[in-house]
């Protein structure tokens, strides 16, 4: 048997050297398979046949699913192995057992060196026994180890009844020729300039079985070296198998399709020297000055092309998905239909990640479900204190690496679950809020809301039974649901790849080792994604097709009016040989691709210049995404080099930020003006909303203590913080949930000496270590004060030890302080919804007391509680010569002795003080005299920071009081105003204040 090589100029898939070829067979009756390089090559091959009016007797098709239809009718029985077989397989051969009950990397088994195992076996397989021994010492032991793995994987995939594709196409020539009808078809290979060594010999020994005719459509310039490369290779292989080579006679070039005299001119300069290329408008230059301008240029020239009356378009990218991506809306926007196709591996799919990711965060909850020991931890301990110990040390050592789960939200978020996304907002927020969540209350909070989902609510149950692959198929309803093509996609190929991995593994392999093992089998399967979007049908005005360079290759020349070639950088658009450890290994073995890079790069690039009759654009950004100037890509400057002035050049800068994003290029439209916050304050609506907010009572704002107190301090640091507040994410073991544990403290540790009738400070001690190590052990259940109070680490551990002995110091110090007073009330709110309401300043106010002590004659001293550590002097208040020039430094207290008797009454409040519960426990504010003198020598060590209203030049304790509500009265007249300028009284109010750059911050 022969091959025949027949060649032509024209540099088409179906040259007129295919298409006789195509012909001459039909007319000897015989049928005819023309073997092309890519399903897209096939798709441009039978347009071409239809074309020249032949349709019936030619299948044209690709190598591997013709050699997999033929290999099932003529094969020894074992199935063509798929990409995930030989993947799976790889990492049991290299892995074995130690996969089943470790770590893949305690294995020394990484994806890497799996992927040169199965791309060796899978690829080169017949080929690799004579590689090796001709390569000899040129392989290091490491390679040579590679070798002897992928030989060894290719006879563990035969045991299994799979062939690689390197021995199908090895057997497939004999076995062809063993059957005469099957070899009466006669065999065309067309269209390539690129192949690798297998493919090679596979035309090579067809042509020495069953006669093969290799039509190469070849430039006779630079572009065509690929093709020529491609062509020797073959025919090097066929004369090997002893086939007998001889060439028909070149066919007549056919003419030229009409094209622009420019595009003409190019075509016959490019690669020869060039340089005379006159610009007259057919070919464009787009250059955007970064990355974010690029979408909007391409986007505009697609309208102008389609305005101008262009019916198709081809956009030509290196990176389809990305273009896609960012093109797309704005070009249907126009008014453009835009399809695009590209393969890409399923392990980059968003649901398989998201559903590896939610898979893999589920079992590592449930596994450490199995070891949570700190809801238990307390059991049996003798007392308290035992009982918290055993507590703090089983929270320190919990293993919380999946706390806050985040895999699950983000999956429960998405589509594919089926949930509304509110409830998952709201699990969110409390797993998030909860520092003592345990691993099973997060799989019964999962199942819970899986029940308003049936597929979901499988998926779950599927992953609990470690059936991954079922867990997949279950989810399949909902990504029909959501008609999300994608995610069907993604799921097939998780089942698929599951299945493959545990047919070989069963269910015993580690949950970790599994993942890896799937992530990588995933990896190399290849999804096929071609998605649609714009207007179809009359409203339509063209279409555009993204393609990468390889799938655009197979375009007829003169086939479309336009094409668009993005990304014309050196960093985008590189021709280098690939440096990775297969192909390094391919090139000893001397496997490596017949045609030089270069060579397939200028053919590709040849083909998508020769593609248009009408225009060609090509678009590059002038920096890169670092603001870094960019190089031209070398095909580039090669067509630069062509003209002998430059082409007309379209440029879009960055400055428009919202044109550019914008989907329809336009500025948005403003619904509305919000005057710069610079000028201190809001106006009408914006100041109504701040004041306002939630909290009203009909048209009466409801304004809190710490408001207040908060605006008094600085006013833009309110509006930061209270008017328009940014909500924590995670309970984060911050200086706020130590405040709160310490108030639930001190409020149980009152309640409960009040109700023994006795605040004796050695009782006091007992009962409050005794409800602070009550609060840590029932800590784990989730209520009472240190649910937010957890501890994850040593040094977090240690802050929850220091803060009882704060507790403990504060009672020694402020023992019998307050002489006469008893304590009454503890943690009294007031104001809020369903309480009756209560007026300060003119406004609603609502807050919490956080204790009243009264004595025999019901006179009340306020306390506020505060966990600093200025031993009360922060809250000691300025003097005052003249009242009504006198503002408060603070004004909780203060507040909520004016409003006690509102809130309580038949109390005289005489006292408004701050107790301080760090390291230096002490007490300031302001007091009646006789209260603040019974004070002095009583406090333990200090001197208290308690002051009379003399300090302020007032006559009593009321005048006081009554000053403090006008200054509150002129605050929220300013509030209200709009006012929210940065105004701090002192240094404290800017301490931890979360304005950013804030030019009258006070640091000291
Ligand atoms: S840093 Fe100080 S002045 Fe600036 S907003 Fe905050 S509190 Fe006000």
Request: proline share 7%.
């Amino acid at each position: 048997m022969a091959l025949t090589v027949v060649r032509d100029t024209e540099g088409a898939v179906l040259g007129p050297a295919a298409l006789t070829a195509v012909t001459e067979a039909l007319a000897e009756h015989r049928p005819v398979t023309v073997i092309v390089p890519s399903m897209r090559a096939a798709l441009d091959a039978r347009r071409t046949l239809a074309r020249a009016g032949i349709g019936v007797g030619v299948d044209v098709t690709c190598p591997v699913p013709w050699a997999d239809a033929l290999w099932g009718r003529l094969g020894d029985g074992t199935a063509l192995a798929r990409g995930a077989d030989v993947t799976a397989t790889a990492w049991k051969v290299l892995g074995g057992n130690a996969l089943m009950d470790g770590r893949p990397e305690s294995a020394g088994v990484y994806p890497g060196y799996v992927d040169v195992v199965a791309t060796l076996a899978g690829t080169f397989s017949a080929q690799l026994p004579a590689a090796v021994a001709a390569a000899g010492d040129a392989l290091s032991p490491q390679q040579r180890d590679a070798c002897t793995m992928a030989l060894a994987l290719a006879d563990a995939l035969v045991a299994r009844g799979i062939s690689t594709r390197s021995r199908v196409f090895e057997e497939l020539p004999d076995a062809l020729a063993a059957h005469p009808g099957e070899a009466l078809c006669a065999l065309v290979a067309a269209g390539w300039e690129d192949l690798d060594a297998s493919q090679a010999r596979l035309f090579g020994r067809l042509a020495a079985r069953v006669g093969l005719t290799w039509a190469a459509s070849a430039h006779p310039g630079a572009a065509g070296d690929a093709a020529r490369a491609c062509e020797a290779a073959v025919a090097s292989e066929a004369a090997l198998a002893d086939a007998s080579v001889s060439e028909a006679p070149a066919r007549a070039a056919v003419p030229a399709p009409p094209r622009s005299p420019e595009l003409q001119a190019l075509l016959g300069s490019v690669f020869g020297g060039g340089g005379a290329v006159e610009p007259t408008g057919s070919v464009r230059l787009l250059e955007a000055a970064g990355p974010e301008a690029e979408p909007e240029l391409v986007a505009r020239e697609l309208a102008r092309l389609a305005e101008a009356g262009a019916e198709r378009v081809l956009l030509v990218t290196r990176d389809p998905r990305e273009v896609w991506r960012t093109v797309s809306p704005k070009a249907s926007n126009r008014g453009i239909a835009v399809r695009a196709s590209w393969v890409e591996p399923a392990s980059d799919l968003r649901a398989t990640r998201q559903f590896l990711a939610f898979v893999e965060q589920l079992s590592a909850i449930a596994a450490a479900a199995s070891q949570w020991r700190l809801d238990r931890a307390a059991e049996g301990a003798p007392d308290a204190a035992a009982a918290a110990e055993e507590v703090l040390s089983a929270s320190v050592e919990a293993d919380r690496s999946w706390w806050p789960p985040r895999a699950v939200t983000d999956f429960l978020l998405s589509e594919l679950s089926g949930l509304p996304r509110d409830i998952v907002f709201s699990l969110d927020a409390a797993w998030r809020q909860n520092r003592a969540l345990s691993p099973a209350a997060v799989l019964s909070d999962v199942a819970r809301v899986a029940t308003q989902s049936e597929p979901l609510a499988r998926t779950v149950e599927l992953v609990a039974a470690g059936d991954w692959a079922g867990a997949a198929r279950a989810l399949r309803p909902n990504a029909q649901t959501a008609r999300d093509r994608e995610a069907h996609q993604a799921l097939c190929a998780v089942e698929d790849a599951c299945v493959a991995v545990d047919g070989l593994f069963g269910d015993g392999l580690d949950p970790h080792a599994r993942l890896t093992v799937l992530a990588s089998v995933l990896s190399r399967m290849g999804v096929a994604r071609s998605p649609e979007r714009g207007r179809y049908g009359e409203a339509q005005r063209c279409t555009v097709e993204i393609l990468d360079p390889a799938r655009a290759a197979s375009t007829p020349p003169g086939s479309v009016e336009d094409v668009l070639l993005c990304g014309q950088t050196a960093a985008e658009d590189p021709i280098s040989a690939p440096h990775d450890a297969v192909h390094g290994l391919l090139g000893l073995l001397g496997l490596a691709r017949p045609a030089a890079p270069d060579a397939v790069a200028r053919a590709r690039a040849w083909h998508v210049w020769a593609a248009p009759t009408h225009g060609l654009a090509v678009e590059r950004s002038l920096r890169d995404a670092s603001a870094e100037a960019t190089h031209p890509s070398p095909l580039f400057a090669e067509l630069l080099s062509c003209y002998r002035e430059r082409p007309e050049t379209v440029t879009l800068g960055e400055e428009r930020v919202s044109k550019n994003l914008s989907p329809q290029g336009r500025e948005p439209e403003p619904s509305g003006f919000v005057p710069p916050l610079e000028v201190g304050t809001l106006s009408g609506r914006a100041a109504h909303l701040a004041v306002m907010r939630s909290d009203v009572a009909g048209d009466v704002p409801v304004v809190s203590a710490t408001d207040l107190e908060t605006y008094l301090g600085c006013p833009r640091r309110w509006f930061l913080e209270r008017a328009v507040p940014a909500d924590r994410l995670d309970a984060d073991f911050s200086g706020l949930d130590r405040g709160s544990f310490a108030h639930g403290v001190l409020e149980r540790t009152g309640r409960e000496l009040q109700a023994q009738g006795s605040f004796e400070r050695g009782l006091a001690g007992d009962v409050l270590s005794r409800v602070f190590d009550g609060a840590v052990a029932s800590a784990p259940t989730g209520q009472g004060p240190a649910a937010g109070f957890m501890p994850h680490s040593v040094s977090e551990e240690s802050q929850v030890r220091h803060l009882k002995d704060q507790l403990l110091a504060t009672l020694d110090r402020n023992e019998g302080s307050f002489v006469g007073f008893t304590p009454r009330l503890f943690e009294q709110t007031f104001g809020n919804p369903g309480q009756d309401p209560v007026t300060y300043a003119g406004v609603r106010v609502r807050g919490t007391i956080d204790r009243v002590d009264v004595d025999a004659r019901g006179r009340a001293a306020v306390i506020d509680y505060k966990s600093g550590n200025s031993g009360g002097s922060r809250y000691r208040p300025e003097a005052a010569d003249d009242l009504s020039s006198w503002v408060p430094g603070n004004i909780q207290a203060l507040l909520y002795a004016r409003v006690l008797p509102q809130v309580a009454p038949g109390l005289d409040p005489v006292a408004a003080v701050y107790l301080t519960t760090g390291d230096d426990p002490g007490v300031g504010g302001m007091a009646e005299r006789g209260f603040a003198e019974s004070m002095e020598g009583a406090y333990r060590g200090k001197t208290p920071n308690v002051v009379t209203p003399d300090h302020v030049a007032a006559a009593s304790f009321e005048d006081v009081l009554a000053r403090a509500e006008e200054v509150a009265a002129e605050a929220v007249a300013s509030m209200a105003a709009g006012h929210v300028e940065p105004r701090p009284r002192d240094r404290w109010a800017c301490m931890g204040c979360p304005a950013v750059a804030c030019e009258k911050r006070i640091d000291r």
